[in-house]
């Protein structure tokens, strides 16, 4: 009703971890069933997408995963979601024996620990997978901007010296044009009357 295209429902225990943490845990297959049934039976658009998502890959193995889906699948998920799948091998065994589109993700900026491997877009479509997500792709590159800023400036402040890094940031008039001023120019232009057009820019 909200206007959505879409919703992900998925088979980890509350509070849910990121795919890549150790000591996930699921909910049974049965559970899980229940909770597509229910959003399929309140599916008002029938393009109104469900994906299901299952974190059986790491406690209990591929083969799980592949078992879930396929029952997540039958009870009128539209979109099968495996995570933390840790071979180019599992991707491809998966995308083959669902009954639905598979979609996986490239976890962009985890070094740490064993993860999914990164796989161009066009290598994942051979290997059959319907759709890609990249998660934490723009959360994490904002936060490195905002890391790299702050030690410039606290450079700065600590050297009594102006540090100018202008490839750390982008220029104020790129900052506007994302953030849409030039349409919140065109409304000025639309509904201001001269006589503020003129106390404004003259």
Known sequence: QAGLGGVMIEDQVWPKRCGHMKGKQVISAEEMVEKIKAAAEARRDPDFVIKSRTDAYAPYGLKEAIRRLNLYAEAGADLL????????EDIA????????????????????????????????????VAA??????????????????????????????????????????????????????ALEQRFLTQEQLQAKYG
């Open 132 to 185: 890609v997500i990249y998660p934490r792709l723009l959360t994490s590159c904002a936060v490195q901007g905002m890391i790299n800023g702050l030690e410039t400036l606290q450079k700065s402040l600590a050297t009594g010296e102006i540090v100018e890094r202008p490839e750390l940031a982008v220029s104020f008039e790129k900052l506007n044009d994302v953030l849409g001023f030039k349409q919140f120019e």
């Open 93 to 128: 065994t998966a995308a083959r024996n669902v009954s639905k589109p598979l979609s996986v993700n490239m976890g962009f900026g985890i070094r740490s620990r064993p993860t999914t491997p990164l796989i161009a877009a066009k290598r994942l479509e051979d290997l059959g």
């Open 81 to 88: 979601f495996a995570d933390a799948l840790l071979k180019e």
